[in-house]
Nanobody
Framework: QVDLVESGGGLAQTGGSLRLSCTAS????????MGWYRQRPGQSAREMVA????????NYHGTVRGRFTISRDNDENTAYLQMDGLKVEDTAIYFC?????????WGQGTLVTVSS
């Protein structure tokens, strides 16, 4: 049983910053890829925001590249998403994920609201 616990969401103003974290707990071996997807208001589909491999290779959605930075601490089984220069269109529920030997696990989601 693996759990991913997210924290750090909340309310920010346009141009502001928030930092999300995602920590894995339970019984597992290695965590391979980690990252975040988001689901915007009124949309059913989730879109990839940022991902990072165990060795630190990062990939970003084009709309957040240059504003968001993903990182991870393998010793702490935690990934971080530093979100700077927030825009109203970044408002969404952000879901972290982790890729484990037995499959992919998702966090509970955290709401990020950006006001103008």
């Amino acid at each position: 049983q693996v759990d991913l616990v997210e924290s750090g969401g909340g309310l920010a103003q346009t141009g502001g910053s928030l930092r999300l974290s995602c920590t894995a707990s339970g019984s597992f071996g290695s965590i391979y890829g980690m990252g975040w997807y988001r689901q915007r208001p009124g949309q059913s589909a989730r879109e990839m925001v940022a991902t990072i491999t165990r060795t630190g290779y990062a990939n970003y959605h084009g709309t957040v590249r240059g504003r968001f930075t993903i990182s991870r601490d393998n010793d702490e089984n935690t990934a971080y998403l530093q979100m700077d220069g927030l825009k109203v269109e970044d408002t969404a529920i952000y879901f972290c994920f982790g890729e484990f030997t037995d499959g992919t696990t998702w966090g509970q989601g955290t709401l990020v609201t950006v006001s103008s």
